[in-house]
T-cell receptor, first 114, second 114 residues
Framework: AQSVTQLGSHVSVSEGALVLLRCNYS??????LFWYVQYPNQGLQLLLK??????LVKGINGFEAEFKKSETSFHLTKPSAHMSDAAEYFC????????????FGQGTTLQVKP | DGGITQSPKYLFRKEGQNVTLSCEQN?????MYWYRQDPGQGLRLIYY???????QKGDIAEGYSVSREKKESFPLTVTSAQKNPTAFYLC?????????????FGPGTRLTVL
């Protein structure tokens, strides 16, 4: 069965520091992977996605993620955190069946300290 | 502007009452999804619909019902059989390009059962 694991339910960084949010997946088929961001009491917004091709994917707001098949990982990074990056982040993989369903990780709350 | 709307933003109901959450999209998307979000549990799929007049149960369908009479609309009814209905509910849709695509999310409805 497919699954997504986000390591660390809470991550705290200082403003200007590197952001690293970890995501590992399990999939029996080539995965399509996504990172979403959610601000309090709002819906989810797509940050970036990996489908095929280049394994380093750039997204909005300066975020990027690298698909590493050998490590079954899709970690999200940003070189320099900004206060506005404080939010909850979800990693997701598309279900292998032909339904378009997404399987989400538990989420990681990013705190940015001044 | 195209998008997904959910109404109302906040909803309060007494225990034992059925309540219907609205989800409308004008993106011409075929597939629509309902998720429930609880703190620390990520998003869990309640129901999804890939085409008008057809829908399937997700992982936690018990105590919920849906209809898909129009492409644009996918209302969710939380019935009195749902034992713990207080949660944040998110509606999403995917474009006709299908299973390889990301999901687009509405702003959510926070349901509180008193």
């Amino acid at each position: 069965a497919q699954s997504v694991t986000q390591l660390g339910s809470h991550v705290s960084v200082s403003e200007g520091a590197l952001v690293l949010l970890r995501c590992n997946y399990s999939s029996s088929v080539p995965p399509y992977l996504f990172w979403y961001v959610q601000y309090p009491n709002q819906g989810l917004q797509l940050l970036l996605k990996y489908t095929t091709g280049a394994t380093l994917v750039k997204g909005i707001n300066g975020f990027e993620a690298e698909f590493k098949k050998s490590e079954t990982s899709f970690h999200l990074t940003k070189p320099s955190a900004h206060m506005s990056d404080a939010a909850e982040y979800f990693c997701a993989v598309i279900h292998s069946g032909n339904t378009g369903k997404l399987i989400f990780g538990q989420g990681t709350t990013l705190q940015v300290k001044p | 502007d195209g998008g997904i709307t959910q109404s109302p933003k906040y909803l309060f109901r007494k225990e034992g009452q059925n309540v219907t959450l609205s989800c409308e999209q004008n993106l011409n998307h075929d597939a629509m999804y309902w998720y429930r979000q609880d703190p620390g549990q990520g998003l869990r799929l309640i129901y999804y619909s890939q085409i008008v007049n057809d829908f399937q149960k997700g992982d936690i369908a018990e105590g919920y019902s849906v209809s898909r009479e129009k492409k644009e609309s996918f209302p969710l009814t939380v019935t009195s059989a749902q034992k713990n209905p207080t949660a944040f509910y998110l509606c999403a849709s995917t474009p006709p390009s299908g299973r390889k695509s990301e999901q687009f999310f509405g702003p959510g409805t926070r349901l509180t059962v008193l």
